[in-house]
């Protein structure tokens, strides 16, 4: 299987120079090729398990708490003003 | 006394013959006599150890709440937050990153008055199964510093090994536990999904990861397992069970066990010394009263396949926060959004990371999803279904933990699928969200070599939430042989 590397790099948001592109379209294909192998097998019948242990969704109730770490959190911001987080010009 | 397990040295501290501050210094001591041939940690925390230690001193002298890891010294896997202490996950990408919470595993090992000695190196993201993937240096295994520790958790596992650590915390997703346990000779446990709380865990595969002990013997790992399972309102995987006392579980008595040997991993492809310790360990059960029974469970020739599918899908979704934008490393001079997002994840991730975040998106994307992602979800039911065919005839399963022993370092960073390869004996059990322990059962004797090999790892399977019966066929089996007894030489 020849993975086109390119239009999935976009998607992840992933830049790759150009051996990194050369790189995984080999190493990406032999995996895919190597995945194909579950096409052997007969699940035309079978359900498809997302969770192992059956479990389900909990939810509580939507009350607003005060976040009590506001100092910290930002003080992990590559770049921030008054709590808020800067980045590059988004609209133009 | 670093070469102590947990439960021998709560006795020496509540007999007051040594002290955490002692007993933590002279760990400290060691990890500065061999921390450079092995390089375990990330980070060492030996200000707030020690003050950890001095309050663990007082609450074991005032005889109040004191619990079988109050005063002992822990290393904790850097996916695993700690507050205020710097957790990397091995990886570029958070290298500056400072938890401003602890994990709920963190907090429980705090509470109980365990002394954190630092932060252990990782795979990135725990992507990988040799520490060979991590964003800062390898790790040296310390039976032989030429070989890997395996991965990802492997600086716990070569913590442990070197007695740098007197136990540690891992996270394992397809292995990444036992696998390292085995190829350092040490006890990991991966405990049924979602007995152990997951908030706090840098997330890889959400259906997959779970937080586990890796121990120098069953007995310190079951204390571990009373202390850091249980449910948790954070995490919404996590399952309200009530918590056993798993040292309760901790009997030398196979008798009338049903051990299934599943035979499709004693074939070709599995190394003869690891096939001939783990032959003799099912032997040795036998003897000790177990009744052993062959099992096959055919889906497991696509257990690999199936995995790399549905942990890659899970990681790309887990992995699109590392964006540059609210934390972490943000690349530098972007004009535009979409630039800083590119430039940022190609600066900050290892070549691992993307590869899994390009098969998970490949395999997730419109076109492909029914053909690889839903065809890995099915198949994954089929393992389901034949681990519930065994069980219905044996109480536990056995089997090698991995293939080989530890490989050298370099060996297989060339070629992903053959170290993918390594995992065929662990990840059907993420897959099916089971319990399994990893134990020392030999070393592979290697032709004209004079020292004693590399440690060869017994995989020691069980149904959900049965962490108790494989905790007593691991702790049977321990009792009547000598592994656990031996030291890797590293000095």
Redesign the interface.
């Known amino acids: 299987m020849k993975i086109n590397v390119e239009p999935v790099a976009k998607l992840a948001r992933l830049g790759l120079s150009e051996e990194e592109k050369t790189l995984f379209a080999e190493q990406l294909s032999a995996i895919l090729d190597f995945a194909d192998n579950l096409k052997k097998l007969d699940t035309e019948n079978t359900l498809p398990t997302s969770h192992a242990i059956p479990i389900k969704n909990i939810f509580r109730e939507d009350k607003t708490i005060p976040c009590e770490n506001v100092d910290d959190i930002m003080a992990n911001a590559p770049e921030a003003e008054n709590h808020l987080f800067k980045v590059p010009r988004i609209i133009e | 006394m670093h070469t102590k397990t947990a439960h021998e040295l709560h006795r020496l501290l509540t007999d007051k013959k040594i002290s955490s501050v002692e007993l933590t210094e002279a760990v400290f001591d060691r990890i500065e006599k061999v921390e450079d041939k092995v390089k375990a940690f990330v980070t060492l925390t030996r200000e707030e150890a020690l003050h950890q230690a001095k309050t663990a001193d007082e609450r074991i002298g005032s005889r109040h709440n004191v619990t079988p890891l109050t005063g002992i010294p822990i290393a904790i896997k850097d996916n695993i937050c700690t507050s205020g202490t710097l957790t990397t996950c091995a990886s570029k990408i958070l290298l500056?990153?400072?938890p401003?919470?602890d994990a709920t595993v963190v907090s429980k090992l705090k509470q109980a008055g365990a002394v954190i000695v630092g932060k252990t190196n990782m795979d990135e993201f725990a992507m990988g199964s040799s520490t060979e993937n991590s964003g800062l240096h390898p790790t040296h295994n310390p039976w032989d510093t030429a070989v890997v520790p395996g991965g990802s958790s492997g600086g716990s596992a070569a913590a442990v090994a070197a007695r740098e650590a007197i136990l540690a915390t891992g996270s394992d997703t397809g292995g990444s536990i036992r696998q390292p346990a085995s190829f350092c000779g040490v006890v990991g446990l991966k405990p049924?999904?979602?007995r152990v709380s997951r908030y706090g865990l840098v997330a890889f595969a959400s259906?997959l990861d779970q937080i586990g002990p890796l121990t120098k013997d069953v007995t310190d790992s079951a204390i571990m397992m009373n202390l850091v399972s249980g449910y948790d309102?954070k995490d919404?995987?996590s399952?309200d069970l009530p918590v056993p006392d798993y040292r309760k579980a901790l009997i030398d008595d196979v008798k009338k066990v049903k051990i299934g040997v599943i035979k499709d991993l004693l074939k070709e492809g599995i190394d003869p010394d690891v096939k001939n310790a783990v032959k003799a360990a099912a032997d040795k059960l036998a003897d000790l009263g177990a009744e052993m029974i062959e099992v096959s469970l055919p889906?497991f020739?696509?257990a690999?396949?199936?995995y790399?599918?549905i942990a890659p899908a899970e990681a790309?979704s887990n992995l699109?926060r590392y964006?540059?934008?609210?934390?972490?490393?943000?690349t530098k001079g972007?004009?535009?959004?979409?630039?800083?997002?590119?430039?940022t994840?190609?600066e900050g991730?290892g070549?691992e990371v993307?590869?899994r975040?390009?098969?998970g998106?490949?395999a997730l994307?419109a076109g492909y999803y029914d053909a690889?992602y839903?065809?890995?979800?099915?198949?994954?039911?089929?393992i389901?279904q034949d681990f519930e065919k065994a069980f219905g005839k044996c109480d536990v399963l056995i089997s090698p933990t991995a293939p080989t022993v530890a490989f050298k370092i370099g060996e297989k960073v060339s070629d992903?699928?053959s170290m993918?390869l390594s995992d065929i004996a662990t990840i059907p059990v993420n897959?099916?969200?089971?319990p399994a322990i990893s134990i020392p059962c030999g070393f592979n004797l290697p032709a004209g070599r004079q020292d004693r090999g590399l440690p060869i790892g017994l995989q020691i399977i069980g149904k959900?939430f049965a962490e108790e019966i494989i905790l007593r066929v691991a702790f049977t089996y321990e009792q009547n042989s000598e592994w656990h007894k031996k030291s890797a030489p590293v000095s």
């Open positions: 500056n990153y400072i401003p919470y049924t999904y979602g259906s309102p919404s995987t399952v889906s020739d696509y690999v396949a199936t790399y599918l790309s699109a964006d540059g934008v609210k934390f972490g490393y943000r972007s004009k535009d959004l979409l630039s800083m997002y590119y430039n994840r190609r991730f070549p993307k590869r975040i390009m098969l998106t490949y994307s690889y839903l065809k890995a979800l099915k198949v994954r039911t089929l389901k992903p699928l993918y897959l099916a969200g089971l959900a």
